[in-house]
């Protein structure tokens, strides 16, 4: 999270099969959730950039590193952190890609011109990706779970109206302030976002299914289903690797 010099928390030993994998999908289908089921199982490093960007917001100035302090600038602004910003933050945490476990990078690549870039950062390190996991979800699913979130004004603790509800309706359970749903959470907002996402994304998908790494996982179910398929297309790719180098 740090970048820099900074030290894992809680290094774990180096793995003889160090995993090197991007996830991708859309707001809403699970995809730090499963992030968080990988790293557990594989003892990767998970490297999300969102969540370096929103503990950004809570550092002083002189915390913050000259990559880090210009994508909140742009941020601030309600601009997009250019491609050579984002790139920059990651080669930050350049301990994080060369983790002997691995990585799990959440958040980026976004564009193609950021997986390019990161091929090429990979390479400079004598790195490769394992695969890029893509989890995919209809729309409609997307804009029912989005659609069912509520903030709490005082926490700021997520619930859901169906799969995690307050306690008492529209009060957090936490600290009693009342919860609203986010403009962005709103259905026609939702499907504004979904439409910019699925644009912008599409290319990557095919920038990856070109270079043989894209798996394609359905998001549907229970985060515990979800993990589930992921495993078994992992060990799908496993075996149909030992066949090819016995």
């Known amino acids: 999270m740090q970048g820099g010099q900074a030290q894992c928390t809680s290094p774990p030993p180096p793995s003889e099969r160090p995993f090197r994998l991007v996830l991708l999908g859309a707001p809403g289908v699970g995809k730090g959730t499963q992030a968080g089921f990988l790293s557990q199982r594989l003892g990767a490093c998970h490297l999300s950039t969102g969540d370096i960007f929103r503990a950004a917001k809570s550092h002083g100035q002189e915390e913050r590193s000259a990559a880090m302090s210009e994508a909140l600038t742009y941020m601030s602004a309600g601009r997009?952190?250019?491609?050579?910003?984002?790139?920059?933050?990651?080669?930050?945490?350049?301990?994080?890609?060369?983790?002997?476990?691995?990585?799990?990078?959440?958040?980026?690549?976004?564009?193609?011109?950021?997986?390019?870039?990161?091929?090429?950062?990979?390479?400079?390190?004598?790195?490769?990706?394992?695969?890029?996991?893509?989890?995919?979800l209809p729309i409609e699913e997307i804009v029912e779970r989005l659609s069912g979130r509520r903030t709490c004004r005082g926490c700021g603790a997520v619930y859901h109206l169906v799969n995690r509800p307050p306690q008492k309706k529209d009060v957090c359970d936490h600290c009693g302030a009342a919860l609203y749903q986010r403009e962005d959470d709103q259905p026609?907002?939702?499907r504004v976002r979904m439409n910019a996402y699925q644009e912008s994304t599409w290319p990557l998908i095919q920038f990856y299914?070109?270079?043989?790494?894209?798996?394609?996982?359905?998001?549907?179910?229970?985060?515990?289903?979800?993990?589930?398929r992921t495993l078994a297309a992992f060990n799908g790719a496993a075996a149909a690797e030992t066949q090819k180098h016995p």
Do not use: M
């Open 80 to 136: 997009l952190v250019p491609d050579a910003t984002v790139l920059a933050v990651v080669r930050e945490r350049d301990q994080c890609l060369n983790c002997p476990c691995g990585f799990l990078l959440d958040g980026f690549p976004r564009t193609v011109a950021q997986a390019e870039a990161l091929e090429k950062l990979l390479d400079q390190e004598g790195h490769a990706l394992t695969a890029v996991i893509n989890y995919d």
């Open 188 to 190: 026609q907002s939702i």
């Open 209 to 228: 299914r070109q270079r043989g790494l894209l798996t394609s996982i359905l998001a549907h179910g229970a985060p515990a289903e979800v993990f589930q």
